[in-house]
């Protein structure tokens, strides 16, 4: 996929809650200059989670794997897949530091 129909993709899954932004940003695709978070795959990441990414997500999953606040209370193989989230968040790699 080119970048343009990378950007184009995510945007079709924006949900409701961003619509407006989602149809702002299909529209300024259609300018013959495009704005420049729009030129790039990578340029249009980095806007996107400027934009709607937690800044504190990472601090926040380390914290609740820290303090024994993830629990198990569905399937092993979901709090299995939990545990591997917040690990991923808190980016922990599994070594000591």
């Known amino acids: 996929m080119t970048d343009e129909q990378r950007i184009r993709f995510a945007l079709q899954l924006i949900d409701e809650d961003r ?9 300024l695709l259609r300018q013959v200059q495009p704005p420049a978070h729009l030129a790039t795959w990578v340029a249009f990441v980095m806007e996107f989670n400027l934009r709607f990414a937690d800044p504190e997500e990472q601090k926040k999953a380390a914290t609740l794997l820290n303090h024994g606040k993830v629990i198990q209370t569905t399937s092993m193989q979901e ?9 991923d968040l808190a980016h922990y790699d599994g070594q000591e530091q």
Do not use: P
Request: hydrophobic content about 35%; charged content about 30%; aromatic content about 12%.
């Open 79 to 87: 709090f299995i897949d939990c545990v591997n989230e917040k690990c």
């Open 19 to 27: 619509a407006g932004w989602k149809r702002n940003q299909l529209g």
